[in-house]
């Protein structure tokens, strides 16, 4: 039986890993470095690949349910700043370097306890994408935590771009754990191993996690900030102009 | 326009001795070391050098190497060294390091005449 | 008496096709030569990353997207191999970054030139990277020992992108009127361009051979532009478009296609600083820099301390 939940959940999964890397992909020919300009540039690979994934099989569904001839491309070029279910932290600017790597470091680490559920849920497609995805999220994990205590730890300029950061970044933490109808896991289950993790690594980077932050909230329902229309006006410019050809 | 048109191969534009168009002043910062990366294309194979890049230190540069150097799947396992500690043996010495061995012909096993019916030996 | 000696020694080992390695005694003018050609390599490189970057944003596919971000990777990894390249011969990569971003350093002036549309993607993939790689195959062969390694490395992974860039335009070739009239506009304004990549004519110059009596190069820019001439006049009968060259045409003699005359004054205007986009390119490469040296910075000071902690545990 194939549901709304189900094609929601999809979706989601597949428009946050799209717009982050929209994101990140700005960095490609402006890193700081040659070599973390590639690293980061494998990164948003990995995401575009598995956002493809979800999209295809999200497509799958929609299909199947209501008789209609979706892609991956229709589902990601000719939805528009409401149909988007990605979660907000993923559509903020990418700041400075510290801001892009705290936000993939908040990103993956959730994304790795997520997907660590989801390779077990029933869905076998899910769980089969999960299974191939969570290998380029460990590392993931691994490159983005080194850089929070190479920051975190390194200069006092460095130190403090990181507290500026986490003050930005932070309240769009919550988000991930809201726990919605369509959820394919309950989300609040994984949240004392997230800040567990995250505790672990701004430990040694010298940072702190902040107090009681009110937290943002609205992406899974499409309620976004002003920030999305423009990555999809500028993401889907193409698809809009010249609707319905191949490319 | 006055150009002087000296030898100009493509891929290799003279530059001008003059002003620069820009007036940055050419300031260089302190760079990350330079490291040799070695890589075991896969198992069973010796680590082979793929080249080099930067980094700030060693786990650093295994990850750059990662990054880098193994995108179309190219290798299981990685070696990085910051090239300061490699020595180099000096050309100039080539004749004498490597030419004394060139009539050791007995060290090669082609040099022994043995009976065919040793197929295998 | 010795370096003669030595200069002939040299010139036996290249005509020897030997090939040169960094410890080896070489004329300091060969040295010059190849930092100079190797960095400015790297440095187009990175700057070829801005024009095509520019549309990985609005690529118009998340396929075509994914191919897009790969291949503007693979270019920062050339460079990456580039600069290692150039680096055995005595400069440092920070001290190549600086002179590209104070202006001193040339690229190709190619990418001075802006991307405007979709099937420009397709153009520069066809167009300049086909005319790229013409020169660096014939590089796989150069006499530097590590530029020719490296231009083995880059020629293997380059293979995927005058293919990818070939495909954009037959797919727009097949496309609605639109897509059609996109796909000849930006024909038209790469094809000069790329030919001028191949840098001025031969009979223009006066110097001696001496990167060919090297080995540096292997064939002259008038080979190269005829052989790229003859393999695209070719290929683009399979788009169905047309080259924007009257004069363009089979020579049944030279078994060559003739073609109409370059802008030279166009050329050595680019090449001079004034193309669309050299300043725009600069300023990017600067931001870049400028803007990432705190986070070089940190990097270094977060391993120093590392190491001194390790050492004081020891201690």
Known sequence: MINQKTINATLHLADTTLILAQKNSEWCAHGPILEQDIAITNITLDLIGQSRMFYQYAAELINEVENKNETEDTLAYFRSEREFKNFLIAELPNGDWAQTILRQFFFSCFHQLLFEKLQHIEDKQISAIAVKSLKEINYHVKWSSEWVIRLGDGTLESHSRMVKAIEILWPYTGEFFNAEENDLIEVKKIKSNWIQKIEAVFFEANLLIPGNVFMQTGGKQGIHTEHLGYILTEMQSLQRAYPGLEW | MNIKITKYYYGDIPEETTSSPSSKPNTVDLGWPLWEVFIRSKQGLDHKHAGSLHAADAAMAIENARDVYTRRQEGISIWVIESKHIHASNPDDATMFYEPSADKIYRHPTFYDLPDEIKHM | ?315
């Not at chain 3, 520019?54 to 396929?63: Q, V």
């Not at chain 3, 191919?67 to 693979?74: E, H, N, P």
């Not at chain 3, 030279?254 to 300023?283: A, M, Q, S």
């Open chain 3, 1 to 315: 008496m010795f370096l003669q000696e030595a200069e002939k020694t040299f010139q036996e080992k290249i005509d020897s096709e030997i090939k040169i390695e960094p410890k080896d005694w070489m004329p300091e003018a060969f040295r010059k030569t190849n930092l100079r050609q190797i960095s400015q390599h790297a440095h187009s490189e990175i700057v070829g990353m801005l024009p095509e970057g520019n549309w990985i944003s609005r690529a118009p596919s998340l396929k075509r997207k994914a191919i897009l971000i790969a291949k503007v990777q693979d270019e920062a990894g050339h460079g990456l191999y580039l600069y290692s390249a150039a680096e055995t011969l005595g400069m440092s990569r920070e001290q190549m970054v600086a002179d590209l971003n104070s202006g001193k350093a040339k690229y190709s002036s190619i990418f001075n030139y802006p991307t405007l549309t979709w099937a420009d993607m397709g153009a520069v993939g066809w167009l300049v990277d086909g005319a790229a790689i013409l020169n660096q195959v014939m590089l796989c062969r150069t006499s530097y020992g590590p530029y020719a390694r490296a231009m083995v490395r880059i020629c293997k992974e380059e293979s995927f992108h005058q293919r990818q860039g070939f495909e954009i335009l037959l797919i727009l070739s097949k496309g609605s009127k639109a897509q059609r009239e996109m796909c000849q506009d930006a024909i038209n304004r790469w094809w000069w361009p790329s030919l001028m990549m191949f840098g001025p004519k031969d009979s223009e110059s006066t110097n001696s051979d001496q990167s060919i009596k090297w080995k540096i190069k292997r064939k002259t820019n008038d080979e190269l532009r005829q052989q790229f001439v003859d393999m695209i006049a070719e290929q683009i009968k399979l788009l169905g478009m047309t080259l924007p060259d009257k004069d363009l045409k089979w020579n049944d003699k030279t078994k060559h296609y003739d073609f109409g005359e370059i802008n030279w004054d166009e050329f050595w205007n680019v090449v001079k600083g004034n193309g669309p986009c050299n300043k725009d390119r600069l300023i990017a490469r600067n931001k870049a820099h400028d803007e990432g040296a705190w986070v070089r910075e940190a990097a270094i000071a977060f391993a120093e301390k590392r190491k001194s902690n390790i050492n004081t545990k020891a201690a």
